[in-house]
């Protein structure tokens, strides 16, 4: 079926720190992989995505990679800032015309 | 240009009322997903939608929820005879073409609350 797995649930990482959060994924025909970030009462907004033919993306502090041997893609947040405190999702489009959420991450940046 | 707009931001019902959320899509967007987050956890696909289709109900209860989104107006999910259960903050996101692949776009969330 249609699965997505997220790990860690929560995260503290100190000021300055890198954050990483990763996920895999049940069908290999996924083709699109998109990162979410939700701060407190507020909708999911997309920061980031990967699509299957290529291996890794960069945007400033964040990158994604993903390994579609594996089944698994990764978000790493560099040089972290208290701004970057908040929920994390990943998803995955089955290729069915709507994204597959993971659990989430709850990230929070130490000062 | 405006984003994906909700209303209302919260709602709160009585067991056995009937609740409706709008959401109006991003400009020039004609596909729509609403989707369903509990507290503590992910986002859950309910439907997906265009303009006087639905394309995609297969994450909907069977019972008491419904959603449109007509030729005109917002799209509006309704959920009738709610239960405490049905407490969640309730998402709409939009995109242009409704294609695999394609970024959606969330609104800020309606959150609903049955006492």
């Given at each position: 079926g249609?699965n997505?797995e997220?790990?860690?649930?929560?995260l503290?990482?100190?000021e300055g720190d890198?954050?990483v959060?990763k996920?895999?994924?049940?069908?290999s025909a996924s083709?699109y992989?998109p990162?979410y970030k939700q701060?407190?009462g507020?909708?999911p907004?997309l920061?980031?995505?990967?699509r299957?033919?290529?291996?890794e993306k960069k945007?400033?502090r964040?990158a994604?990679?993903?390994?579609?041997?594996a089944k698994h893609?990764?978000l790493h947040i560099?040089e972290?800032?208290?701004?970057?405190?908040?929920?994390?999702?990943?998803?995955?489009?089955?290729?069915n015309e709507?994204?597959?959420f993971?659990?989430g991450?709850r990230l929070?940046?130490?000062p | 240009?405006?984003?994906?707009?909700?209303?209302?931001r919260h709602?709160?019902?009585?067991?056995?009322?009937e609740?409706?959320?709008r959401c109006?899509?991003?400009k020039?967007?004609s596909?729509?997903?609403?989707?369903?987050?509990?507290?503590?956890?992910g986002?859950k696909?309910?439907v997906?939608l265009?303009?006087?289709n639905?394309?995609?109900?297969?994450?909907?209860?069977?019972e008491r929820f419904?959603?449109?989104?007509?030729?005109e107006?917002?799209?509006?999910?309704?959920?009738?005879?709610?239960v405490?259960g049905?407490?969640a903050?309730?998402?709409c996101?939009?995109?242009p073409t409704?294609?695999?692949n394609?970024?959606?776009f969330?609104?800020s969330?309606?959150?609903?609350s049955v006492?």
């Amino acid at each position: 079926g249609e699965n997505v797995e997220q790990h860690p649930s929560t995260l503290s990482v100190q000021e300055g720190d890198s954050a990483v959060i990763k996920c895999t994924y049940s069908d290999s025909a996924s083709n699109y992989f998109p990162w979410y970030k939700q701060e407190l009462g507020k909708g999911p907004q997309l920061i980031i995505d990967i699509r299957s033919n290529v291996g890794e993306k960069k945007d400033q502090r964040i990158a994604v990679t993903l390994n579609k041997t594996a089944k698994h893609f990764s978000l790493h947040i560099t040089e972290t800032q208290p701004e970057d405190s908040a929920v994390y999702f990943c998803a995955a489009d089955f290729g069915n015309e709507k994204l597959t959420f993971g659990t989430g991450t709850r990230l929070t940046i130490i000062p | 240009n405006a984003g994906v707009m909700q209303n209302p931001r919260h709602l709160v019902r009585r067991r056995g009322q009937e609740a409706r959320l709008r959401c109006s899509p991003m400009k020039g967007h004609s596909h729509v997903y609403w989707y369903r987050q509990l507290p503590e956890e992910g986002l859950k696909f309910m439907v997906y939608l265009q303009k006087e289709n639905i394309i995609d109900e297969s994450g909907m209860p069977k019972e008491r929820f419904s959603a449109e989104f007509p030729k005109e107006g917002p799209s509006i999910l309704r959920i009738q005879q709610v239960v405490r259960g049905d407490s969640a903050a309730y998402f709409c996101a939009s995109s242009p073409t409704g294609q695999p692949n394609e970024k959606l776009f969330f609104g800020s969330g309606t959150q609903l609350s049955v006492l």
